[in-house]
Structures are given as structure tokens and as C-alpha cells.
């Protein structure tokens, strides 16, 4: 099973600065069709996650640009450019290169 | 819009059967290029994926689970259901279901929709 790590843990943010969110895998998501399998969820207080990221580095439909994903291999990063009051809640990195597919342990984000 | 909604019985006796179902709304779990996984929550915890079943009716499961988990499709009802077997406190959880769709180019699924999630509780 591939174990994801992130970091930091926690996350104190000023509203408009940025923010940045390390994945670690235990082992490359690099598929043989030069895609990165890693996708990255925003799970809010008291809801359901969503989907920010597919990909690496793909945005999904309707996501603020303020929002991308970079990284290839094992070393993944979400950066929020200008964080703002609704961008807290807890962030999951995910890889969908092997079953079962596995989640990071979650970094969660808050305002300052 | 495509919507998922959870349900099934909050509490289940150890050694029981969870049984929930997703009833999908505003889509067809007949057609198109999907997927609908089950995924789980504990309280306070990280996610675990637990199963997904293709609208072909092909099915993958989370090992961990120990064959315990099946997902079936039941066209006619539009619905997604999810049974674990033998259940204990250590299956307690927020349950959540979520479509995966298919991108063409690159190819791949991601999971763009979930529906809200229904809390199961084991316990005597």
C-alpha cells in the first residue's frame, strides 16, 4: 500500500498570504503516461471533500485559480496564493496510481 | 446537477451487516463513463477508501477490509449500495459516497462529486 505523508500538520494562515502544503509518497505516482496520479481534496468544517486538484496540477471545474498543485514523482505541492476566509477546513492529498487508493493524513488550515 | 445522499440504519450491533445506500439524483448510474466509490470517515479522522463499482458492474476493494465490503449497482432504483459484513466499533465512521467521472484527455477519474455522509455506529 502507498503511505502518504503531509506537512505541515497545521496550518495558521493571514488572510491574503500564501499557503503551502507538502505530499510525500512512499513511493513514485509518475504513471508510464507521464501523468502524476495524485489528486488533492479541501474537506470544510462539517462537510463533504471536495475536489481542488486532479492530476498533480489539474484544477478541477470551478476552482479559484488562487488554488494549484505542482510536484512529479514522489514530492507533491498544493499552493493557495492568497488564502482567504473560506479556504479553511483540512486538506487531503490522495494517489489513485495503485489500489487501494490512500489518503494523506490531512492538513488543516485556518485563519488567523 | 448530479447529487448523492447517503442512508441507512445509524446504529448496527457488532458481528451485523452495515447495509447503506446512495441514491443518486439529477444522473443515471446506468450510463456514462463513472465510477461510485464508498469512502469512510472515523470521527475525527483521516479518510479510508473502501470500494468502487464501474456502471460496467467491474468492482475494486481496499484489502484492509478483509473481503467484507461489496458494492453493487441497482440501475432500476438509480441507486449505489454499500454491505460490510461482520461488522465491529472499528467500522464506526462517517460514510460517503462520490462519482468518479472520467477525463479523456489525460485520461483518468477523479472523484468530483460526493454526497454529504451518513454516520454508522457500532455498538451494542
Known amino acids: 500500500e502507498i503511505v502518504l505523508t503531509q506537512s505541515p500538520v497545521s496550518l495558521s494562515v493571514t488572510p491574503g498570504e500564501p499557503a503551502s502544503i507538502s505530499c510525500r509518497s512512499s513511493?513514485?505516482?509518475?504513471?508510464?503516461?507521464?501523468?502524476?496520479?495524485v489528486d488533492w481534496f479541501l474537506q470544510k468544517p462539517g462537510q463533504s471533500p471536495q475536489l481542488l486538484i486532479y492530476?498533480?496540477?489539474f484544477r478541477a471545474s470551478g476552482v479559484p485559480d488562487r488554488f494549484s498543485g505542482s510536484g512529479s514523482g514522489t514530492d507533491f505541492t498544493l499552493e493557495i496564493s492568497r488564502v482567504e476566509a473560506d479556504d479553511v477546513g483540512t486538506y487531503y492529498c490522495m494517489q489513485a496510481l495503485q489500489a487501494p487508493e490512500t489518503f494523506g493524513p490531512g492538513t488543516k488550515v485556518d485563519i488567523k | 446537477q448530479v447529487q448523492l445522499q447517503e442512508s441507512g440504519p445509524g446504529l448496527v450491533k457488532p458481528s451485523q451487516t452495515l447495509s447503506l445506500t446512495c441514491t443518486v439524483s439529477?444522473?443515471?448510474?446506468?450510463?456514462?463513463?463513472?465510477?461510485w466509490s464508498w469512502i469512510r470517515q472515523p470521527a475525527g479522522k483521516g479518510l479510508e477508501w473502501i470500494g468502487r463499482i464501474y456502471t460496467s458492474g467491474n468492482t475494486y476493494y481496499n484489502p484492509s477490509l478483509k473481503r467484507r465490503a461489496t458494492v453493487s449497482l441497482d440501475q432500476s432504483k438509480n441507486q449505489v449500495s454499500l454491505k460490510l459484513t461482520s461488522a465491529t466499533a472499528a467500522d464506526t465512521a462517517v460514510y460517503f459516497c462520490?462519482?468518479?467521472?472520467?477525463?479523456?484527455?489525460?485520461?483518468?477519474?477523479?472523484?468530483?462529486?460526493w454526497g454529504k455522509g451518513t454516520t454508522v455506529t457500532v455498538s451494542s
Open positions: 462520490a462519482r468518479g467521472s472520467e477525463n479523456l484527455d489525460p485520461y483518468y477519474y477523479y472523484m468530483d462529486v
Open positions: 492530476l498533480g496540477s
Open positions: 513511493q513514485s505516482l509518475l504513471h508510464n503516461n507521464n501523468q502524476n496520479y
Open positions: 439529477g444522473g443515471s448510474t446506468s450510463y456514462g463513463s463513472y465510477f
